[in-house]
């Protein structure tokens, strides 16, 4: 701890003698100045022991002395040297009072200890103070790093929780808590996700007070911390204290921070290699070939090979965008693969996650914790595009919007059926302006929404065009007949009874779409492809 004047009191060769102010002798000393000035306050900066001989100060006037000490209380003097047998033989009495009301304490300097021994004693004292807050930093290193080795970040959270003496946690990238020392912290934790999630937002190593006198919600005085080096941070300390952190504690501290990167952070060598991996698994599913994807795969994705799994395919924008470094049309895959990877790393499942060049790919197990996060990441995308009203329709997406297409559930065998589910879920996400379709969805909904295609239209328009240009010369109403007779199944009779003509009309009407198109109505395919075409053009 820092030199105290108690400290100095007891020092045996400066022989000090305590002659006001007893019960304020265990005050940090932070210096010790010599100053004759009538007025030193303007000089002072708080913590001092002020050393004087009274040189130009009428000491035995009261009313002087009184203003003299509350001035340097008010600067924050800890303490008054008083030398003796220079000007004064004895501290007179009005310093004494004066020192006396106002609780500062006054100590006597005999004439044989100089002014510079009680300096040199504060700094050596000070010097021993910061050499043991140093000593006491590398073995809390040497201690954190011991039980980061042997217990992971759990281990680590508990050996700082210890040395600070109070409470720590680790959060991953979305703000969630990973891990917290003691177990009661972590409901305490908790409570700073918003908070986390601020600090993510900042270029890292950044690092926040977000808790104490600033924060009446929580009691504690809280640092938060960045992990990473990358341009997001991946994860944050936070570390909670009933008071400001000290030297040795602020080493132990910068030492967790330190460790923690280097647990959390992975090496880029090491993810491009796992990327790499991850990519020639994907491939070897969708070329049909899931032994020789599980064998490669080895247990780097535990059992996600062996049961059913979703299939997700996301991208960007109106269209596929490439994701150059630094691009910030990849900011929305990012986080994507953030959030999967986080709600599966907290659940303890496998994840593969395979970024492209202008989409991402995720295989997860059905059911799991990471298909629920990338739904709920989705559906929060939505309110927000929809002002609030989620699955309000939307125009389409936007350039660097993310929009996410999700299989129905699969086995290995059925990867490449699942992966071409995904990848029109994801057309349709894109045309309906949505941010995530599932394939489940197209297959229970009606197939008109899925006309809304420019290329459809297109069709139907060449395809119906000859009719209406037709119907355009006031000869007949041919479309509204095709419509009556596809919608009655070729039922003569009731088709022409909702038209409100004759059969044998209806009959030569038909004759002459067939005429018109050059197409028999005989033919089923004709048949759709006109039902179709009605339906596009219908839904303008």
Not at 218 to 235: C, K, W
Not at 380 to 388: C, D, I, P, Q, T
Not at 433 to 453: F, I, K, N, T
Not at 522 to 530: A, G, H, K, Q
Request: hydrophobic share 45%.
């Amino acid at each position: 701890m820092p030199p105290t004047l108690a400290s100095l009191v007891h020092h045996s060769t400066l022989k000090l003698t305590v002659r006001a102010g007893e019960d304020s002798l265990d005050v940090p000393v932070r210096w010790a100045h010599a100053s004759e000035l009538a007025d030193p306050v303007p000089y002072m900066e708080g913590g001092e022991l002020l050393l004087i001989t009274a040189l130009k100060l009428d000491a035995e006037d009261p009313a002087a002395m009184r203003r003299y000490v509350k001035r340097l209380v008010g600067a924050g003097v800890v303490g008054l040297g008083f030398a003796v047998g220079v000007h004064y033989e004895d501290i007179p009495e009005a310093l004494v009072e004066a020192a006396r009301e106002e609780g500062l304490p006054l100590l006597e300097v005999p004439r044989r200890t100089p002014f510079l021994a009680i300096s040199k004693a504060v700094s050596a004292a000070i010097a021993a103070d910061q050499y043991r807050a140093v000593t006491a930093g590398f073995a809390a290193q040497r201690e954190l790093t011991r039980q980061g080795l042997a217990g992971g970040p759990e281990g680590l959270l508990t050996a700082l929780a210890a040395q600070v003496e109070g409470w720590t946690a680790l959060y991953d990238a979305s703000g969630a808590v990973v891990a917290a020392a003691p177990e009661w912290a972590g409901r305490r934790a908790a409570r700073l996700t918003e908070e986390v999630r601020r600090l993510r937002e900042r270029p890292a190593p950044a690092s926040s007070v977000v808790a104490g006198p600033e924060n009446p919600e929580i009691d504690d005085r809280v640092e938060l911390h960045s992990l990473g080096t990358g341009r997001r941070p991946r994860a944050a300390l936070a570390v909670g204290t009933a008071s400001a952190l000290g030297t040795a504690q602020r080493y132990a501290v910068h030492s967790a921070v330190a460790l923690l990167t280097l647990t959390t952070e992975r090496s880029g060598s090491l993810r491009a290699a796992e990327q790499r991996i991850g990519a020639a698994v994907l491939r070897m599913l969708l070329a049909g070939e899931p032994d020789h994807a599980r064998a490669v795969a080895g247990d780097l994705y535990g059992g996600l090979l062996d049961a059913p799994f979703r299939i997700v395919v996301a991208e960007t924008g109106a269209a596929p965008v490439a994701r150059a470094q630094g691009d910030p049309n990849g900011d929305a895959l990012d986080a994507l693969a953030e959030v999967v990877e986080s709600a599966a790393a907290r659940s303890g499942e496998a994840v593969l996650v395979v970024p492209e060049r202008e989409r991402l790919v995720v295989l997860a197990a059905d059911g799991g914790a990471a298909v629920a996060a990338c739904c709920d990441h989705a559906a929060g995308l939505e309110a927000v595009r929809s002002g609030g009203g989620a699955h309000e329709p939307l125009v389409g997406a936007d350039e660097g919007e993310l929009v996410v297409g999700l299989s129905a559930p699969a086995g290995p065998i059925a990867a490449s059926a699942a992966y071409k589910q995904a990848g029109q879920a994801l057309s349709v996400a894109r045309r309906r302006g949505r941010v995530l379709v599932e394939h489940e969805q197209m297959a229970a909904g009606s197939v008109v929404p899925l006309l809304a295609d420019d290329a459809v239209r297109a069709f139907a328009d060449g395809l119906l065009r000859p009719l209406y240009e037709h119907d355009a010369t006031g000869r007949g109403d041919l479309v509204a007949s095709v419509r009556a007779w596809l919608s009655r199944h070729g039922q003569w009779d009731a088709a022409a009874a909702d038209l409100g003509v004759h059969r044998h009309t209806l009959r030569y009407r038909m004759r002459r779409v067939e005429e018109i198109l050059a197409r028999s109505l005989d033919d089923p395919d004709v048949r759709m492809e006109l039902w179709l075409a009605l339906k596009a053009t219908s839904s303008d």
